[in-house]
C-alpha cells in the first residue's frame, strides 16, 4: 500500500510542493517530549537558510491512535505553497488509520483542513477532544515534570 504522501504526489502532481525550487525548500525538525508518549510534539518549518516558516503543534496518541492539533500556522509568504499539507503528510505517515482532531479553527484554517479531508481522506474533527494520555501529558508537564525535549529531521 503507497503513502498517503505518495497518493497525495500521484494526485497532485502539477501542485508545487514544499520542494519545488520554484518557492524554495523547507525541511522540517520535529522536537518531541522524552518520556511523554502523547506529550506535545513541534514540528517546525525551516527555510534553507534555518529560519522558521511555520509550526505544527500537535499530539500523537500510539495508544489511542490518536491525534490533535492544536495550532498549525505558517508565514505568510510561504502559504499556499503546499508547505502545511507536506507537514501534515508528514504526521499523517506517521500514523496511519488515526483519529484525527483539531482545536477551534479559524475561517481560513476551517478551508484548509476541508481541502485537505477532501484530498486525503483524513476527518479533522474541529474542537476535538485530546485523549486522556495526551491530557495527562499536559499534567504532567505543567507541574513540573522533567523531561528533556528531543529532536530529529522529518
Given amino acids: ?10 494526485r497532485f502532481r502539477s501542485v508545487r510542493t514544499a520542494h519545488a525550487p520554484a518557492c524554495g525548500t523547507v525541511h522540517f525538525r520535529l522536537t518531541v517530549t522524552a518520556g511523554a508518549p502523547a506529550g506535545p510534539r513541534v514540528l517546525m518549518f525551516l527555510d534553507a537558510d534555518e ?6 503543534d500537535h499530539q500523537t496518541c500510539a495508544v489511542c491512535a490518536a491525534v490533535f492539533v492544536a495550532n498549525i500556522a505558517v508565514a505568510t509568504h510561504w502559504q499556499g505553497r503546499g508547505v502545511g499539507r507536506e507537514a501534515l503528510t508528514l ?6 488509520g488515526y483519529h484525527w482532531s483539531t482545536s477551534r479553527q479559524s475561517a481560513q484554517g476551517r478551508g484548509f483542513f476541508a481541502a485537505l479531508s477532501e484530498e486525503t481522506g483524513i476527518e479533522f474533527t474541529e474542537r476535538g477532544k485530546r485523549c486522556a494520555h495526551m491530557s495527562g501529558a499536559l499534567e504532567s508537564g505543567a507541574s513540573g515534570a522533567s523531561g528533556a525535549a528531543g529532536s530529529e529531521s522529518a
Fill in 1 to 10: 500500500m503507497s503513502t498517503l504522501r505518495e497518493r497525495l504526489h500521484r
Fill in 91 to 96: 504526521i499523517a505517515d506517521r500514523a496511519p
Fill in 51 to 56: 529560519r522558521t516558516v511555520g509550526q505544527l
